[in-house]
């Protein structure tokens, strides 16, 4: 069984990539609606949330987490990996590897939360495969809560992801990376506000990653292809989500963990 953990729905990006490649592979998706967002949170405040839910996630047996969430990871991956050193962790690293070597232009966008931006994973990957390229990075503001609110199509939407990608195809940008799971969501209107950009969404690399650790594990000797739903929030309105946005059937549950967070 693999485990997904995001601050809301938008780590389902992971979950379709993941059944995809894997469809019998048993699956549970922890969704912390009760805090999300989490972009415009502080470090310390992500890391303390995210190392709740990790605890969560390592009681149910899970391996291993997939922490699809990129502002979690940017804020407390080393965190879980050092208080679970024996759980395989694999998180999210906003995808400038691959964006480099794509751009003609020399010239990267980055749409994430402001928490993103800020993290150390995104200057590390970075320095290590774009020092040559000048990284653009545009703190999506609003674009999490349309997607939670089931809005992937409206004139609003359109509205509020044209006014975020303008400044960066301003600076040049060929290539937009997708520095956030919820954002594959709106890919159609991300597409037509950069029409001829290429978009790099990084999920079906992350779900690659996580059923090799799996492997690896030996985690997946008997699978039934079952997806679990949880979240610190509101049963219902995830039961809502997973309709609107047409996600693989399951059971839903609240997790009760808000209480502790």
Same mark, same amino acid.
């Given at each position: ?172 940008? #060929? ?52 997806? #679990? ?33």
């Amino acid at each position: 069984m693999i485990a997904i953990y995001d601050s809301g729905i938008g780590g389902a990006s992971v979950l379709l990539a993941l059944r995809s490649l894997a469809p019998d592979v048993d699956i549970i998706y922890l969704a912390d609606q009760a805090h999300v967002p989490y972009g415009d949170r502080t470090q310390a405040d992500i890391r303390a949330i995210a190392l709740d839910c990790a605890t969560w996630l390592v009681a149910q047996g899970a391996v291993p987490i997939v922490v699809a969430c990129n502002t979690a990871s940017a804020a407390a991956l080393g965190a879980m990996r050092e208080r679970y050193p024996d759980t395989p962790f694999v998180g999210m690293v906003p995808a400038v590897k691959p964006a480099a070597q794509q751009s003609v232009s020399g010239v990267i966008g980055v749409m994430a939360t402001a928490a993103t931006l800020q993290g150390q994973l995104l200057a590390d990957v970075t320095l290590a495969h774009a020092q040559h390229h000048t990284v653009v990075g545009q703190a999506c503001h609003g674009l999490v809560e349309f997607v939670e609110a089931g809005d992937v199509d409206s004139p609003a939407l359109h509205q509020c992801v044209a006014a975020h990608v303008a400044p960066m195809l301003a600076a040049g940008a #060929d290539v937009l990376v997708l520095g956030c799971t919820h954002y594959p969501f709106i890919r159609a209107a991300i597409a037509k506000a950069a029409p001829g950009v290429t978009i790099i969404d990084p999920a079906p690399a992350v779900a690659q990653q996580a059923l090799r650790a799996a492997r690896s594990q030996g985690a997946l000797l008997v699978e039934h292809g079952r997806t #679990d739903y949880y979240t610190t929030g509101d049963a219902a309105h995830l039961r809502w989500q997973i309709d609107v946005l047409g996600l693989p059937p399951g059971t839903v549950r609240a997790t009760g963990l808000e209480a502790h967070v």
